[in-house]
């Protein structure tokens, strides 16, 4: 091992099901990376939906007990195990939310997770295997940096992540405005894709115009939206939809035919029934996603670098307000991804 690791630690543990209130912070001594692994002073987490599904008793996938939670974050190598070969003490490194899913397709010994079976980077130092790191593209900070490995990584692969993916002149449709949608608006449109968005915030409508989107429907003055969305592409519909809301109805009813959903998940938890006509009626693809894989990182991270892209983020909690975080990125509707900064 090089370098040296600091003598205490602080670490958020909390047990699935327990919510925002069962955070607790505790102080420790690190763990010293073993052979393959590293150890990374974080600098920088970000929340996602998936988070809060781990503190409710919801998320998908297992959840050890008294996980330290939050999948994303970004900091620098402070000291590396034996074996360690890529990364040095120094370099600023992110982690794939999937450590051990380094390309093709997702099996389930790719499975375990960051901030859910694994440990996660709600911490001041963080001990990962080698293999999970990622560099940080040069032009972003550390909290630009720790938006990348959930929703940015799944908005890169509902765009890419199929052949051919997303080419020039398609038209892509993304629900709602949270921090997956705010990416597929950004990384669409430097696709060459024709952007359509939703929200039913009146006061988001110029903010989705302003980083990229063609045209906004608001979905709560047109509750049936899909018929907005017809009309914008003349009847055609579009040719992809990021659906992050679970509305898959109204997803399959804007789609043009042989079009492509990609379907993200659902806020409410309800998962209504599907009617498989709306299927064969215009010869879907139904894709669900489960982020993506290490290779799929690696190439947003060059595209991001390529065109100079910068995450939105909406506001910094400091370390010791993570559950205040927590509840503002629950309540507070945000335009941008949380943060919560580790000094």
């Known amino acids: 091992m090089t370098a040296t690791l600091p003598t205490s630690a602080r670490s958020y543990h909390v047990n699935s099901g327990d919510g925002i209130d069962g955070l607790k912070l505790r102080t420790h001594e690190p763990r010293t990376p073993g052979t393959g692994e590293v150890a990374v002073a974080v600098h920088a987490?970000?929340?996602s939906f998936r988070d809060l599904l781990v503190l409710r008793g919801q998320y998908v996938l297992p959840v050890k007990p008294d996980v330290i939670p939050v999948s994303d974050g970004a900091g620098q190598v402070i000291a590396v195990g034996p074996g360690v070969q890529r990364v040095r003490p120094g370099d600023r490194v992110t982690a794939a939310l999937f450590p051990r899913w380094l390309d093709g397709p997702l099996t389930p010994q790719h499975l375990p997770q960051l901030g859910g079976s694994l440990d996660g980077m709600l911490t001041d130092i963080a001990v990962l295997p080698e293999q999970a790191l990622v560099p940080v593209p040069e032009h972003l900070s550390y909290a630009e940096a720790a938006t990348l490995p959930c929703a940015a990584v799944t908005a890169w692969n509902a765009l890419t992540g199929d052949n051919p993916g997303i080419q020039p002149g398609h038209t892509v449709l993304t629900t709602g405005s949270g921090g997956v949608s705010l990416f597929v608006v950004q990384l669409a449109k430097l696709l060459g894709a024709r952007v359509i968005a939703t929200t039913g915030q009146a006061e988001k409508e110029q903010r989705l115009r302003d980083l990229g989107a063609d045209e906004v429907v608001n979905y709560r003055a047109v509750p049936d939206w899909h018929t907005a969305v017809r009309d914008i592409t003349g009847g055609r519909g579009v040719d992809r939809v990021v659906d992050t809301a679970g509305t898959l109805e109204q997803s399959l009813k804007s789609l043009a035919i042989d079009g492509h959903v990609a379907f993200v998940g659902s806020l409410s938890g309800a998962w209504s029934p599907l009617d498989p006509r709306l299927l064969f009626g215009?010869?879907?693809?139904?894709?669900?996603?489960?982020?993506?894989?290490?290779?799929?990182?690696?190439?947003?991270?060059?595209?991001?670098?390529?065109?100079?892209?910068?995450?939105?983020?909406?506001?910094?909690?400091?370390?010791?307000?993570?559950?205040?975080?927590?509840?503002?990125y629950e309540s507070a509707s945000p335009f941008g991804k949380v943060i919560i900064e580790i000094r």
């Open 45 to 47: 987490a970000s929340l």
């Open 282 to 328: 215009v010869a879907a693809t139904v894709r669900a996603l489960a982020v993506g894989s290490h290779a799929q990182f690696t190439r947003l991270n060059e595209f991001i670098t390529a065109h100079q892209l910068r995450p939105v983020t909406e506001r910094a909690f400091p370390f010791e307000e993570a559950g205040a975080a927590f509840r503002h």
